[in-house]
Nanobody, 124 residues
């Protein structure tokens, strides 16, 4: 069992940067596949970026080159470096986790632990 808590969202202008983080409770964090998802108002939750337990990272095409995922296993913390933010990045951002390997890293059904979300708002 693991609990996830996001923080670090906020409001920025287009072109700005944010670095939300997600702290996990429990142990054996290094054995979890983790990821960031987002859900804009009126839309489905979509995968943004993942960091599998074998340390393979996957990015959604629209964020490649702008977002970077990283993890600190000693702190049980996941980070999302977001640069060059665009208004279409506005959404609630959630971190997710699964013990072991995911096969489809950006699919929400792959993960069974979720945080409560942190809001990211980008104005033009």
């Amino acid at each position: 069992q693991v609990q996830l808590m996001e923080s670090g969202g906020g409001s920025v202008q287009a072109g700005g940067s944010l670095r939300p983080s997600c702290v996990a409770s429990g142990s054996l964090y290094s054995r979890y596949s983790v990821g960031w998802f987002r859900q804009a108002s009126g839309k489905e939750r979509e995968g943004v970026v993942s960091f599998r337990s074998d340390y393979i990272r996957s990015y959604r095409d629209s964020v490649k080159g702008r977002f970077t995922i990283s993890r600190d296993n000693a702190k049980s913390t996941l980070y999302l470096e977001m640069n060059g933010l665009k208004p279409e990045d506005t959404a609630m951002y959630y971190c997710a986790a699964l013990y072991g390997m995911v096969t489809k890293p950006l699919m929400r059904d792959e993960y069974n632990y979720w945080g409560q979300g942190t809001q990211v708002t980008v104005s033009s």
